[in-house]
């Protein structure tokens, strides 16, 4: 093909038609363009298509991750909300010296929050550089703003409340004076008896500084419970609709 191009040239230049030998030139250039185009139009089909193939394997691994978040969020929920019933029965409670110390020193403690939510997956989406969703591009934004957005956010409230949960532990262990904490399976002897350590937990159970920190709990574990409801329902969502694109 090349040498009948290149005959042709020859040709027009040995007959001396130079206007035609240009208009020819300017056609093979014009020629070699349009098929170097839809060589890159092929090229980027064959790509749209291999992405789209990709996006909807992620699709069907977010949609197991995205069940077991679920089934994560509605777990926690139920143990935030016995957190939050007790400390606020503890909170309200006027005749304490009816409660046993066991419970006392039970419901005393603020807790640390460890849910267990591990987006795995969105890395390795991150990392196939896929920008462009084509007909997934609802469910990938959504997907973005569960992953991108509130769990990141929720990281975040979460770190916070764990540190507030390090400040009153280091009441308890270091700044009050007056009662000795007893840990679980604590075999150890206690210097006063369970009378006297009773009466010093009181004291302090109704001290303003200890009421602080069951209502500073309190708030923190009702506000990390909105954020998960939160998540939760976005997640259900995003659920949802994979679901109905993969059957």
Do not use: C
């Not at 009948?4 to 250039?29: C, D, H, P, S, T």
């Not at 014009?30 to 980027?44: D, E, F, K, P, R």
């Not at 006392?104 to 390795?124: A, F, G, H, I, W």
């Amino acid at each position: 093909m090349i040498k009948f191009f290149r005959k042709i040239r020859q040709n027009l230049l040995k007959e001396a038609k130079i206007g035609k030998y240009f208009k020819y030139a300017l056609g093979e250039v014009v020629l070699v363009v349009v098929g170097i185009l839809v060589a890159l139009q092929i090229n980027t089909w064959n790509q749209q298509k291999n992405n789209q193939a990709i996006l909807k394997q992620f699709l069907v691994e977010y949609k197991d991750e995205l069940k077991l978040n679920i089934e994560n969020s509605k777990r926690d929920i139920k143990i935030i909300e016995v957190e939050k019933e007790e400390k606020d029965k503890l909170l309200k409670n006027k005749r304490l010296d009816t409660i046993g110390l066991r419970y006392l020193e039970m419901e005393v403690q603020v807790r640390y929050l460890n849910l267990d939510y591990s987006p795995t997956l969105q890395k390795r989406f991150e990392n196939s550089q896929i920008t462009a969703y084509g007909k997934y591009n609802s469910i990938f934004i959504e997907l973005q703003e569960l992953y991108g957005f509130q769990w990141p956010f929720f990281k975040k409230s979460l770190n916070r409340h764990n540190k507030e949960v390090d400040q009153a532990n280091e009441f308890w262990r270091y700044q009050q004076k007056s009662y000795e904490l007893k840990y679980y399976n604590d075999g150890n002897a206690f210097i006063g008896d369970s009378i006297e350590r009773k009466k010093e937990l009181i004291k302090l159970l109704k001290s303003p500084i200890v009421r602080n920190i069951l209502k500073t709990d309190f708030k923190e574990k009702e506000r990390i419970k909105t954020e998960i409801e939160g998540m939760l329902r976005q997640s259900e969502r995003s659920l949802e609709q994979i679901n109905s694109i993969l059957q």
